[in-house]
């Protein structure tokens, strides 16, 4: 019979947890207070320990980093209340095996994580997490940071909590997001990605919360926002950092109500959508330059995960830009030299950098030979020097503006004497063609107002190209 140690000041929950567990038949053990748990806590062995995170005299936390050092078997679950669910996330991190919120609504949900935890589950979950990583394409086994990090993406998916993703450009912030949305029970729903940097402000609105007919000028036909089309999935709002704050303010309002308005509309819509947020900066930065809403990110980041660059997890270089061989379909593999420089190289750009230059070295590698080598990489990685990513992104209204100072660049490297960096040329005129890409979309878009499907029909591209302008990496997918 397995015992259960119950910590809890609230009486009432208690009571109810200890009725609840006798009836399973087990044997509860109830302790009011940190001092009742070190009385109790030396006497015997438990099988499981629900602890609460607020106790009158310790911190639920301190029971735990107890047990865990103590008795490692003891499996652990954390109870929370809303007001405690980020305490509940360090509790994660310091090693409990799950945490359920109070007032407690779905008894079975309690009564599944229990069984599941006793059967001691807890390797088919590691099993899990690594084959629902491996299916989302988060190619990483051998890091350490990033096995903590999907293990709590993993636990947390379950919840009904937003999260919010911090990581540089191309870490994989998506990925994560579509890891989330896996893991939890809105599967089957579907998972909507929108970059919120790369539209404007009438546009983004439009884009999350639809327009009415005759919204504004141009808006011929009443449309369905992304908060509606996810319904009851998730919502990924890629580069939060960038939207308005007159924007931030609707979607304050959506998390704290569940309730939105059409752009020109009066009725109020309610939506049930989980909002997985991505940012490549520092929020709590953008609050002190007052460019982001305190009242926004607290509700955001209920959950912060935070992706390390590559360059902090260089044991999966290897492994990556394998499985990027892999996928590209091509018998090719790298050499022991070429490899290592890989994994010497700062990668500013991280993983969709490394994914360029493996593409690049399948591209100019000599016929036939299978092997790449360190000649069919950039000067920059054989230099071991980091290029910095160009970060000039021109706003709509100051195109002409960028394609003044590009231009005055370049003839600044043309007519210089010195050494050319020949990578660097050829990446401005990457940022050249990326931008000039956008800024014709943008252009469009807002003549059809927003309309994406006719913008990309005036452009003669698919929609899918138009979503690779937008820097939206292809279509949103639908699960
Ligand atoms: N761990 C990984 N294993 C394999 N591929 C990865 C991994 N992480 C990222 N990628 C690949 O790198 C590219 C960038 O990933 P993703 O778009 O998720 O990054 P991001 O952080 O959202 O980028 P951005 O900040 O530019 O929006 C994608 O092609 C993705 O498939």
Redesign the pocket.
């Known amino acids: 019979m397995a015992n259960i140690l119950i910590v809890d000041d609230d009486r009432e929950v208690g009571n109810f947890l200890r009725y609840f567990f006798k009836e399973k038949g087990f044997e509860v053990h109830m302790a009011y207070s940190g001092q009742d748990f070190r009385r109790l806590f030396g006497q015997q062995a438990y099988h499981l320990a629900l602890i609460d995170v607020k106790l009158p005299d310790t911190s639920g936390l301190d029971i735990l980093k107890d047990l865990s050092a103590h008795m490692p078997s003891c499996k652990t679950i954390v109870m929370t209340g809303y007001s405690t669910v980020k305490v509940a996330v360090d509790a994660i991190k310091l090693g409990a095996n799950d945490f359920i919120e109070k007032p407690f609504d779905d008894l079975d949900d309690l009564e599944r994580t229990i069984d599941h935890l006793l059967a001691n589950k807890a390797t088919a979950a590691e099993t899990d997490i690594q084959g629902l990583?491996k299916e989302c394409?988060?190619?990483?086994e051998k890091s350490d940071a990033?096995a903590r990090l999907l293990t709590l993406a993993y636990k947390i998916a379950p919840k009904n909590i937003n999260v919010l993703?911090q990581?540089?450009?191309?870490?994989?912030?998506?990925?994560?997001?579509?890891f989330i949305h896996r893991a939890s029970q809105r599967n089957g729903q579907p998972f909507i990605g929108i970059?919120c940097g790369a539209l404007t402000e009438t546009l983004l609105e439009s884009e999350l919360f639809g327009h009415e007919k005759g919204a504004f000028t141009g808006a011929a036909k009443e449309r369905r926002g992304v908060f509606e089309i996810a319904g009851k999935g998730t919502l990924f709002l890629?580069?939060i950092g960038e939207a308005s704050i007159s924007t931030q303010v609707k979607l304050l309002r959506v998390l704290e109500t569940g309730e939105y308005m059409r752009v020109g509309g009066e009725a109020v819509q309610k939506t049930n959508t989980r909002i997985v947020s991505?940012t490549?900066v520092d929020l709590a930065e953008a609050v002190t330059n007052r460019a982001f809403r305190e009242d926004l990110l607290y509700r955001l980041d209920v959950v912060k995960l935070v992706?390390p660059p590559?360059r902090e997890r260089r044991e999966?270089i290897r492994?990556?830009a394998e499985?990027?061989l892999e996928?590209a379909g091509v018998a090719v593999q790298l050499n022991e030299a070429a490899a290592t420089l890989l994994e010497q190289y700062e990668w500013p750009?991280?993983?969709?950098e490394?994914?360029n230059v493996i593409k690049r070295a399948i591209s100019i590698m000599d016929e036939g030979s299978g092997v790449i080598t360190p000649k069919h990489l950039p000067k920059k990685i054989l230099s071991g020097k980091s290029l910095l990513i160009e970060k000039v992104k021109p706003k709509e209204e100051s195109f002409e503006e960028f394609l003044k100072q590009w231009t005055e660049d370049m003839l600044e490297i043309w007519n210089n004497e010195g050494k050319v960096e020949m990578e660097m040329v050829l990446n401005k005129v990457k940022v050249l063609e990326r931008e000039i890409g956008r800024a014709f979309v943008m252009k469009v878009l807002k003549e059809t107002v927003g309309d994406r499907q006719e913008a990309a029909g005036r452009l003669n591209i698919s929609m899918r190209k138009l979503r690779y302008l937008l820097?939206e990496?292809g279509q949103p997918s639908i699960k």
């Open positions: 990583a394409g988060i190619v990483t990033m993703i990581g540089e450009t191309g870490t994989g912030k998506e990925l994560l997001a579509h970059n890629d580069e991505a490549h992706i590559l999966d492994l990556i499985h990027l996928k750009g991280n993983v969709r490394l994914s820097n990496k």
